[in-house]
C-alpha cells in the first residue's frame, strides 16, 4: 500500500445468491489499477455447479450458449491471487461473493491486506442516504451496473479515485481525527487514505472546534418572525389570487420545473386553503393521486405566514414526505417566491447529543470505550461518525446512511439526546447544541415541519419542570397524511405499565447507585437523612408489591384454577370487558394495583421534594454527575406518575361513568432468543382512550384560527359526502358544534385511470380463512395466481398481505419458481429496514416485492418497476386489535353499529391506500389484481368499490384467466390463444 493513488487490484465478482449466507459465483475479474489508470485485467467465467438463472443472462445480455469453458472455484481463486501478486485487494463488501470466492484458495488473504470500498464511501461522503454500489454508481458517475465482472471492476475503479477526492474535500482538522482512529483499529484504508501519518496528540478528539460556528439563531423569546413590510391587509386579502397565479402554467413554479404541468385540481385546492386561512376557518380535503397537494397548501401557506407574521406548522406522517417538503418542494419555493425561513423538526432523540459524544470521544482517548461495538471496532465507529458530524449542519441522526447504521449496532441511537440526560443551560456544549439549534430555527421560520407523533406530544402542555416544549408558538396548521391522525394520537393519549419499567425507576431513584445515593453527601443527616430513608424504605415495598401484582395476582386473574398458563410464544393481546374486571378472581389484583399506585406516587412526590431540597444545598460548582441527577429527577417522578395513572384508570370500578371512556388489554412480552419470555412472564397494562375526538378538539384545534387537513384517502362510507367518519373520529364535529366553520372539499386525482389502469378481481378463490386446516391450501391458490400475474408483468409487481407468516409463506414459494424465471423476489423482514427493502425494490426494476401493512401506503415507485399491484385480501384490521374491537364494541352499545361505522371504513381507507401505489405520475400504467372474493361477493363490496379512483375498470376473471387477461392490457394488439 505504499502508492495512495494505485497499486492495488480491484475484485469484483458476479454470483447469486442461494441459502442464506451463500453465494453462486457465475464469473470474476481481478483489474490492476494505479494512479487512477487501468495497468491489465483478468477475467473468468466460474463453473457455479448449476445453470446460469435467467434473471442474470438477461440483466448481463448473455445468453446460456456464451458460457463456454469455465474455471472451477479453487482454480478461479489460485488464477485471481496470482494476478494480484500479493497487492492489496479492493472490494465493495467483505461480506460479499469476493472474499467467499478466495476463501476457496489453499492461502488465506490477510485481513489487513482487503480494502472495502463501501466503508471509503462512508468516510469520504457520509451524508448519502444509501452507499449501495448501484446508487454510488449512479450518482458519483452516471452509469448503471452491467451485471458483468470486469466492467463493474472498472467502474469501482473510476468510484475509488472519485471518493478519493471526496475525502480530500473534508476539512485537514477531520481528516487527522479520522485517520487517526483508523490507525489505532489497524484499518488497512489508513495508510492508503491522503494524509498525515502517525498517531496524533488525543487520538479521537470530538472536532468541537469545527461546529464553533453554529451560533443560535437567535433566543426563542424573540419569536417568530412578524409580518413582512409593505404585506398590509391589501395584500393579504389577494393571497387566494397570487396562489392561483402561481400555480399557472407561465408562473415562476412552472419557469424554474421543465416538467412542470398545471393541475386544475392543485390550483382549486390552494385557492381553498388560501381562504380558509384568511377566513379563520378548517378545511378538509381529499385529494386524489397526482393533485399534487403538498403545492397546493404550501404555496397558500407561505404567503399567509409572510402577511399574518405567524407561523404555518405542517405536520406530515411518513418520513418520505417530510423529505420531500424540506429537501425539494420548500427550496423551490423559496426561489419562487423570494427567499424565507423554513425548517424540519424532530423530536429530541433524533438528535445527536454533542455533550455524549465528547464523552465517548474521551473514553476512547483513554482506553476503555463506554459504547463497545462488535463488527467494527469502537475506533472504526468513531471514524465513520466524526466523517458525519462534520459535515452535519443539523446533527439529525436519520442522515446516517441505513448500511452505516447497522454496522454501527445502536452506537448512533445511545449518543442520541434524551430529555433525562440533558443538562439544558449548564451544558458546556450548549451554544452548539443541536437540538437548540432545530428548535431556534425553528423560532425563526415561516414553515416549520414536524410530524404527527412530535406534534401530538406537545399538545395540552405549557412550559413547566419536565416538558420538553421544542414547537414555536403557533395559529395556523396543515396535517397531510391526515388519514393517520386518530391513530396516533390513540398511540399518544394510551398509557401503559410494567413489571420491568417499574422495577428500573424504582431502582434509578432509590438504588445502590440511585440518586439517592448521589444527593446522600449533600442532605447530610438529621431529618434529611431520615427522609431518604423513607424513601428507600418506599421504594422496596413498591418494588415487593410490584413483583407480587405483575408475577402472580395479575395471572391468576387472567389464568383462573384450571385455566392453561400462557405459552412462551402467546403475545396476542387480551382485552378486558367490565364484566371480565367484575368478576371475583380480579379482586386481589385491583387492590394490590390501587395500593401500588398510591405507593408510585408517594415515590414520585418524595423524589421531586428530594430533588429539590438537594439542589437548594448545592454549591454553585458542581459536578456533572450532580447536575444530571436533577434532571433526572424530573423524567423519574414524571414516569412514577404515569405509572400510577396507568394502573389506576385500568381498576378503574367497572360501574363507573368514567370506566368506558378507557379500553384495557394486557399483553405478554415476546420471546426471547433462548425462547424465554423477556422479563419472566409478566404481562404488560395498557389504556387506551375510546376516542380521541374531545381531545383532539379540546387541546388542539380549538387553540388555533385554522387548520388544514388532507390526504388521498379521508372519505369512507357515510354522510356528509363520505367526510363523517372522518370528522368524527377527529374531533372535527365538536370543533363545529363550538361554532367554527369547518369546509368540506374532494377533488379527484388528474390521471388517466380510464385508459391506463384496469383492476382484475378473481371471482373462484376461495375466501381468506383462520382455518389452520384450510390455510394451507388457501395460500397455496393464492401463490398460484400471484405467480402468474408477476409472470405475466415481468416481475414488476407489489404483493399486498396482512400478516407476516403470509410474506414468509409465499416467499418460501415463490422466490425459487420466479428467480428461474429471471425475477427477483424481495420480502419485507423484520431484520431489514422497511426502507432498504423499498430501495431494493425501487433499484431493481424485474423485481416483485412481498409486504404486509408498512407497504399499503407510503410506497412511491413510479414508472415500470411498478406496473401491478395485487392485493390478496381485503383489509379488515386483525378482530383481536383491542382497540379496534373495543372501539366496534362501544358504537354498538350506543346503537351505532359500530361494524358498519368504524371497522368497515377503517378497512376501506387502507384499501384505498394500496390500490393508490399503482400510479404515481401521470405517465404510469398498471394492473391491480384483487385475490379477495368478498369484493365481488358480500353487501360490503360496494363500500370497496366506490373507493376506487374515478374511471378504472374493473373485470371480473377467473384465477386461470387473470394472467392473460393481464397480457392483454399491456399489449392489447397481441392475439390471445384460440385466435380471438
Known amino acids: 500500500m505504499k502508492d495512495r493513488r494505485g497499486g492495488l487490484c480491484i475484485l469484483r465478482v458476479i454470483a447469486a445468491e442461494g441459502d442464506p449466507g451463500e453465494f453462486i459465483p457465475f464469473e470474476a475479474a481481478a483489474l490492476m489499477w494505479q494512479e487512477g489508470e487501468e495497468v491489465k485485467a483478468f477475467s473468468c467465467p466460474v463453473d457455479p455447479g448449476c445453470l446460469p438463472p435467467a434473471w442474470l443472462l438477461r440483466r448481463s445480455g448473455r445468453k446460456e450458449e456464451d458460457s463456454g469453458p469455465t474455471y472451477s472455484r479453487r482454480e478461479a481463486a489460485g488464477?485471481?491471487?496470482?494476478?494480484?501478486?500479493?497487492?492489496?485487494?479492493?472490494?465493495?463488501?467483505?461480506?460479499?461473493?469476493?472474499?467467499?470466492?478466495?476463501?476457496?484458495?489453499?492461502?488465506?488473504?490477510?485481513?489487513?491486506?482487503?480494502?472495502?470500498?463501501?466503508?471509503?464511501?462512508?468516510?469520504?461522503?457520509?451524508?448519502?442516504?444509501?452507499?449501495?454500489?448501484?446508487?454510488?454508481?449512479?450518482?458519483?458517475?452516471?452509469?448503471?451496473?452491467?451485471?458483468?465482472?470486469?466492467?463493474?471492476?472498472?467502474?469501482?475503479?473510476?468510484?475509488?479515485?472519485?471518493?478519493?477526492?471526496?475525502?480530500?474535500?473534508?476539512?485537514?482538522?477531520?481528516r487527522a481525527a479520522v485517520k487517526s482512529a483508523l490507525h489505532e483499529a489497524r484499518n488497512p484504508w489508513y495508510p492508503f487514505l491522503p494524509g498525515p501519518r502517525g498517531r496524533s496528540p488525543g487520538a479521537f478528539p470530538d472536532l468541537a472546534e469545527l461546529l464553533a460556528g453554529m451560533e443560535l439563531y437567535s433566543s426563542r423569546e424573540g419569536g417568530p418572525p412578524g409580518p413582512e413590510e409593505g404585506r398590509g391587509e391589501d395584500q393579504s386579502v389577494a393571497v387566494a389570487e397570487r396562489?392561483?397565479?402561481?400555480?399557472?402554467?407561465?408562473?415562476?413554479?412552472?419557469?424554474?420545473?421543465?416538467?412542470?404541468?398545471?393541475?386544475?385540481?392543485?390550483?382549486?385546492?390552494?385557492?381553498?386553503?388560501?381562504?380558509?386561512?384568511?377566513?379563520?376557518?378548517?378545511?378538509?380535503?381529499?385529494?386524489?393521486?397526482?393533485?399534487?397537494?403538498?403545492?397546493?397548501?404550501?404555496?397558500?401557506?407561505?404567503?399567509?405566514?409572510?402577511?399574518?407574521?405567524?407561523?404555518?406548522?405542517?405536520?406530515?406522517?411518513?418520513?418520505?414526505?417530510?423529505?420531500?417538503?424540506?429537501?425539494?418542494?420548500?427550496?423551490?419555493?423559496?426561489?419562487?417566491?423570494?427567499?424565507?425561513?423554513?425548517?424540519?423538526?424532530?423530536?429530541?432523540?433524533?438528535?445527536?447529543?454533542?455533550?455524549?459524544?465528547?464523552?465517548?470521544?474521551?473514553?476512547?482517548?483513554?482506553?476503555?470505550?463506554?459504547?463497545?461495538?462488535?463488527?467494527?471496532?469502537?475506533?472504526?465507529?468513531?471514524?465513520?461518525?466524526?466523517?458525519?458530524?462534520?459535515?452535519?449542519?443539523?446533527?439529525?441522526?436519520?442522515?446516517?446512511s441505513i448500511d452505516l447504521r447497522l454496522a454501527l449496532e445502536g452506537t448512533a441511537e445511545r449518543l442520541a439526546s434524551q430529555p433525562e440526560d440533558c443538562l439544558r443551560s449548564r451544558c458546556p456544549f450548549q451554544g452548539r447544541c443541536f437540538v437548540e439549534r432545530a428548535r431556534a430555527r425553528a423560532a425563526e421560520s415561516r414553515v416549520v415541519v414536524v410530524n404527527h407523533a412530535?406534534?401530538?406530544?406537545?399538545?395540552?402542555?405549557?412550559?413547566?419542570?419536565?416538558?420538553?416544549?421544542?414547537?414555536?408558538?403557533?395559529?395556523?396548521?396543515?396535517?397531510?397524511?391526515?388519514?393517520?391522525?386518530?391513530?396516533?394520537?390513540?398511540?399518544?393519549?394510551?398509557?401503559?405499565?410494567?413489571?420491568?419499567?417499574?422495577?428500573?425507576?424504582?431502582?434509578?431513584?432509590?438504588?445502590?447507585?440511585?440518586?439517592?445515593?448521589?444527593?446522600?453527601?449533600?442532605?447530610?443527616?438529621?431529618?434529611?437523612?431520615?427522609?431518604?430513608?423513607?424513601?428507600?424504605?418506599?421504594?422496596?415495598?413498591?418494588?415487593?408489591l410490584a413483583e407480587e401484582f405483575f408475577q402472580h395476582s395479575l395471572p391468576s386473574a387472567l389464568e383462573p384454577p384450571g385455566g392453561q398458563p400462557p405459552r412462551a410464544q402467546d403475545t396476542e393481546p387480551r382485552r378486558l370487558t367490565a364484566g371480565d374486571l367484575s368478576l371475583p378472581r380480579w379482586e386481589k389484583a385491583r387492590g394490590e394495583a390501587e395500593e401500588l399506585a398510591e405507593l408510585l406516587d408517594s415515590f414520585a412526590s418524595a423524589t421531586v421534594r428530594l430533588k429539590d431540597r438537594a439542589s437548594s444545598a448545592a454549591s454553585g460548582d458542581e459536578d456533572q454527575e450532580f447536575i444530571l441527577s436533577l434532571r433526572r429527577?424530573?423524567?423519574?417522578?414524571?414516569?412514577?406518575?404515569?405509572?400510577?395513572?396507568?394502573?389506576?384508570?385500568?381498576?378503574?370500578?367497572?360501574?363507573?361513568?368514567?370506566?368506558?371512556?378507557?379500553?384495557?388489554?394486557?399483553?405478554?412480552?415476546?420471546?426471547?432468543?433462548?425462547?424465554?419470555?423477556?422479563?419472566?412472564?409478566?404481562?404488560?397494562?395498557?389504556?387506551?382512550?375510546?376516542?380521541?375526538?374531545?381531545?383532539?378538539?379540546?387541546?388542539?384545534?380549538?387553540?388555533?384560527?385554522?387548520?388544514?387537513?388532507?390526504?388521498?384517502?379521508?372519505?369512507?362510507?357515510?354522510?356528509?359526502?363520505?367526510?363523517?367518519?372522518?370528522?368524527?373520529?377527529?374531533?372535527?364535529?365538536?370543533?363545529?358544534?363550538?361554532?367554527?366553520?369547518?369546509?368540506?372539499?374532494?377533488?379527484?386525482?388528474?390521471?388517466?385511470?380510464?385508459?391506463?389502469?384496469?383492476?382484475?378481481?378473481?371471482?373462484?378463490?376461495?375466501?381468506?380463512?383462520?382455518?389452520?386446516?384450510?390455510?394451507?391450501?388457501?395460500?397455496?391458490?393464492?401463490?398460484?395466481?400471484?405467480e402468474e400475474v408477476i409472470r405475466a408483468v415481468g416481475g414488476r409487481s407489489l404483493v399486498l398481505l396482512t400478516s407476516h407468516y403470509q410474506v414468509g409463506y409465499l416467499h418460501r414459494r415463490l422466490k425459487p419458481r420466479l428467480e428461474r424465471e429471471g425475477i427477483a423476489c424481495h420480502r419485507q423482514s423484520r431484520e431489514l429496514p422497511n426502507a432498504l427493502v423499498l430501495e431494493r425494490f425501487r433499484e431493481d426494476r424485474d423485481s416483485v416485492l412481498l409486504a404486509t401493512e408498512a407497504f399499503w401506503e407510503g410506497v412511491d415507485v413510479p414508472g415500470e418497476s411498478l406496473s401491478a399491484v395485487i392485493v390478496a385480501k381485503l383489509p379488515f384490521r386483525h378482530p383481536g386489535d383491542p382497540v379496534v374491537a373495543g372501539r366496534v364494541e362501544e358504537l354498538d352499545r350506543r346503537g351505532r353499529n359500530g361494524w358498519r361505522s368504524y371497522y368497515l371504513p377503517l378497512a376501506v381507507t387502507l384499501f384505498r391506500q394500496g390500490i393508490g401505489r399503482l400510479m404515481r405520475r401521470s405517465t404510469d400504467r398498471g394492473v391491480v389484481v384483487i385475490l379477495d372474493p368478498r369484493f365481488l361477493k358480500r353487501s360490503y363490496s360496494r363500500a370497496f368499490r366506490a373507493a376506487l379512483p374515478p374511471g378504472m375498470r374493473v373485470e371480473e376473471v377467473r384465477g386461470e384467466e387473470v394472467g392473460e387477461a393481464v397480457r392483454r392490457f399491456f399489449h392489447p394488439s397481441r392475439e390471445s390463444p384460440g385466435g380471438e
Open 79 to 174: 488464477e485471481i491471487l496470482r494476478f494480484a501478486g500479493g497487492r492489496p485487494l479492493l472490494v465493495y463488501h467483505r461480506g460479499g461473493p469476493e472474499l467467499t470466492l478466495l476463501g476457496e484458495a489453499r492461502k488465506p488473504v490477510p485481513p489487513d491486506m482487503v480494502l472495502e470500498l463501501r466503508q471509503l464511501a462512508w468516510l469520504a461522503l457520509p451524508y448519502l442516504r444509501d452507499h449501495s454500489m448501484g446508487t454510488l454508481a449512479s450518482s458519483l458517475l452516471g452509469e448503471e451496473l452491467p451485471w458483468r465482472a470486469l466492467e463493474e471492476a472498472r467502474i469501482m475503479g473510476r468510484l475509488l479515485d472519485r471518493l478519493l477526492d471526496a475525502w480530500m474535500e473534508a476539512p485537514s482538522r477531520v
Open 243 to 400: 396562489a392561483w397565479e402561481l400555480l399557472s402554467g407561465d408562473g415562476p413554479l412552472a419557469s424554474l420545473h421543465s416538467a412542470y404541468e398545471p393541475r386544475p385540481q392543485q390550483r382549486e385546492m390552494a385557492r381553498a386553503v388560501a381562504e380558509a386561512l384568511e377566513d379563520s376557518a378548517f378545511l378538509v380535503v381529499e385529494a386524489g393521486t397526482g393533485v399534487g397537494k403538498s403545492l397546493a397548501y404550501l404555496v397558500p401557506g407561505v404567503l399567509h405566514a409572510r402577511t399574518s407574521g405567524s407561523p404555518l406548522i405542517v405536520s406530515t406522517y411518513t418520513r418520505n414526505l417530510q423529505e420531500q417538503l424540506y429537501h425539494r418542494d420548500l427550496p423551490i419555493l423559496s426561489r419562487a417566491l423570494g427567499s424565507f425561513d423554513y425548517s424540519l423538526l424532530k423530536g429530541r432523540s433524533n438528535y445527536l447529543c454533542l455533550r455524549k459524544w465528547s464523552e465517548w470521544c474521551a473514553s476512547l482517548s483513554r482506553g476503555e470505550p463506554v459504547l463497545p461495538l462488535y463488527g467494527l471496532t469502537p475506533a472504526e465507529g468513531y471514524a465513520f461518525l466524526a466523517s458525519w458530524i462534520a459535515r452535519s449542519p443539523a446533527g439529525d441522526l436519520e442522515e446516517i
Open 454 to 544: 412530535l406534534l401530538l406530544s406537545q399538545i395540552g402542555t405549557s412550559e413547566g419542570v419536565t416538558s420538553d416544549l421544542i414547537l414555536p408558538p403557533y395559529r395556523y396548521l396543515v396535517v397531510d397524511e391526515a388519514h393517520h391522525l386518530e391513530e396516533v394520537a390513540t398511540q399518544a393519549f394510551t398509557l401503559s405499565f410494567s413489571l420491568g419499567e417499574c422495577l428500573h425507576l424504582l431502582e434509578e431513584g432509590a438504588g445502590k447507585r440511585g440518586l439517592a445515593s448521589i444527593w446522600e453527601g449533600r442532605l447530610g443527616g438529621g431529618g434529611e437523612g431520615k427522609e431518604l430513608s423513607r424513601y428507600r424504605e418506599l421504594a422496596e415495598r413498591a418494588a415487593s
Open 633 to 786: 429527577a424530573e423524567v423519574l417522578a414524571e414516569k412514577a406518575w404515569t405509572g400510577a395513572s396507568a394502573l389506576s384508570v385500568f381498576f378503574l370500578p367497572p360501574q363507573s361513568d368514567d370506566f368506558s371512556l378507557h379500553l384495557r388489554w394486557v399483553e405478554y412480552p415476546p420471546p426471547a432468543a433462548d425462547g424465554e419470555k423477556e422479563g419472566g412472564a409478566a404481562p404488560r397494562l395498557y389504556c387506551a382512550p375510546v376516542s380521541v375526538a374531545e381531545s383532539l378538539a379540546d387541546l388542539l384545534f380549538l387553540r388555533l384560527d385554522s387548520a388544514i387537513l388532507t390526504s388521498a384517502s379521508l372519505r369512507a362510507p357515510g354522510e356528509r359526502q363520505g367526510f363523517s367518519f372522518f370528522l368524527r373520529r377527529t374531533g372535527l364535529e365538536r370543533v363545529e358544534e363550538s361554532g367554527r366553520e369547518v369546509r368540506l372539499l374532494t377533488l379527484d386525482s388528474p390521471f388517466d385511470y380510464a385508459h391506463r389502469s384496469l383492476l382484475l378481481a378473481v371471482n373462484d378463490l376461495p375466501e381468506p380463512t383462520a382455518d389452520p386446516v384450510l390455510s394451507g391450501s388457501y395460500l397455496e391458490e393464492i401463490c398460484r395466481v400471484c
